[in-house]
Structure formats: structure tokens, C-alpha cells
């Protein structure tokens, strides 16, 4: 299977908690997310709901854009989903689609 690098950041709800990352498999990540495979952060909040990604060329680039985004007070972050997402809709259907 062919890695793909993207930014993501999942949130527990509208205007809820958010969470930024970074992965070369978006569809895994988020179903770990989702499934609460992973210990942390988006296991102990209940963070699920993917509301915006940004695929990269390089790993190295989405790590970049991800440090980036980190520092963003999260006025911009909210921003940054609203502008593509207004209704902050769970994009994990139309991405797990076979």
C-alpha cells in the first residue's frame, strides 16, 4: 500500500476539543482514533470525529505544516475547519468508503 502524509485534526464535537496529528495512513489512524485503540490524549477525551486533513508530498511536510498548526491559537484552527468545514461534519464516512 502506497503512504500518503497528511495533517488531520479530529475534534469531540462542534467547537469541542481538538487534536492535531500527523500519519502516513489516515484511514488506520483514524480508526484507532475512533475505536480508542490508541492510549492517550484522544482515548481520554473522547476525541472521534475527524473535521479536517491535508494531504503532503513528503512526511517531512506534514510534519512542517503540523508544528505550524500546533502554535495556531485555536480561534485559527476553528478557522481553518470552518473554511472547508462549516458544519464540522465527521469526513471518516466519505474516507472509509471502499
Not at 7 to 12: D, T
Not at 24 to 47: M, P, W
Not at 70 to 88: F, S, T, V
Request: a positive charge; glycine letters at 6%.
Amino acid at each position: 500500500m502506497t503512504k500518503h502524509p497528511c495533517v488531520y485534526l479530529l475534534a469531540s464535537q462542534r467547537n469541542g476539543t481538538l487534536y492535531i496529528g500527523v500519519t502516513t495512513d489516515l484511514v488506520g489512524r483514524v480508526y484507532q482514533h475512533r475505536n480508542e485503540l490508541a492510549e492517550g490524549f484522544t482515548k481520554r477525551y473522547k476525541i472521534h470525529d475527524l473535521v479536517w486533513y491535508e494531504p503532503h508530498q513528503t512526511m517531512e511536510s506534514a510534519i512542517q505544516r503540523e508544528k505550524q498548526l500546533k502554535k495556531w491559537d485555536r480561534k485559527a484552527k476553528i478557522g481553518l475547519i470552518e473554511q472547508n468545514n462549516p458544519q464540522w461534519q465527521d469526513l471518516w464516512p466519505e474516507l472509509s468508503k471502499p
